[in-house]
């Protein structure tokens, strides 16, 4: 005898990041998460950002590992709150995580919260957070076909940021193609191409931010300058 | 990558139906897992298998239904599935489309299995 169950196999999960999305959305707070594989520069994009909002906006970062702080002690200097999230071995962040190291670090909106996910491709894109959006993050060093080979995250994906375009003299690497397979899979996804070292597409990319924040928090005046 | 963590929430459902009813008895719980769900099905059986392994779940089968990416089209509403990453509308050759069909990551059933006929 067959008994329907229709449950989400991630159903706990998507409870706790509905109860974060609706605290974000009450609380006006304005969360991204970032993801990418290991090496593609979430946390160069990260500290570039942080580098570029004035001292006491209100930001805060969580950033996931494996192992190691490494990240929340680079990202500690740019004087905003910044926290680790060590998952011990877990391939990405799921919305307990979240949810405990928001309440751990006691950061409150309006504001803009930057989480870091693990580096992996395939995991964090089955575990909602609560973010307003995801941003996948593609570097030149990698190859053009990846939105391909890993549709998942490029689907779920509002922005892709090519990263580390200083590097382009240096590679066969064809920015054009990387967008144009990014779009085979998720026709409306952004597309900014930029570099954490030269500032190239940083004033596109936190454009972008501003205006997801202002579509976002429409009670509130803009957090981020 | 993550099927372990996938296998074992599928597993705490299964766990939660027994405890509201420990009289039935469960021959298999049937999953659909979408192209874009980033789950891979072998991977996930292995890890099913290898976490009812030697418990009173050994016997509870794991029956996956695979779904494709599927599209919708906004100008004739046909709807169809994609195939070679082509998103364009088979019917009308129009290329805006909205996703319906391919994230799944759902538990659809539950089989009990048939109450024993005492002889």
Known sequence: MREVVEKKVLSENDRVAGELRQRYRDENILCVNVISSPGSGKTALLEKTLASFPQGTPVAVLTGDLQTDNDARRLARYGFPVRQIVTGGTCHLNARMVERHLDEMGFKGPGLLLVENVGNLVCPSSYDLGEAAKIVLLSVTEGEDKPLKYPGIFHRSSLMLLTKTDLLPHVDFDPQLAHENARKIHPEIDFIALSSRTGEGFPEWLAWLKALQEKVLQTSAATIS | ?119
């Open chain 2, 1 to 119: 990558m993550h099927e372990v963590g996938i296998a074992s929430s599928i597993l705490e459902c299964v766990e939660a139906e027994t405890r509201k009813r420990p009289e039935a008895r469960f021959a298999a719980v049937g999953v659909r897992i979408g192209e874009l769900s980033n789950v891979d099905k072998d991977a996930l059986t292995f890890a099913f298998e290898a976490l009812t392994r030697n418990t009173r779940l050994a016997d509870l089968k794991l029956e996956v239904e695979w779904c494709p990416r599927r599209q919708k089209c906004l100008a004739c509403g046909e709807a169809y599935e994609v195939r070679d990453l082509d998103l364009r509308c088979p019917a009308c050759g129009e290329n805006k489309s909205t996703c319906i069909g391919g994230t799944e990551l759902d538990i659809a059933y539950l089989e009990l299995e048939e109450p024993c006929v005492k002889s």
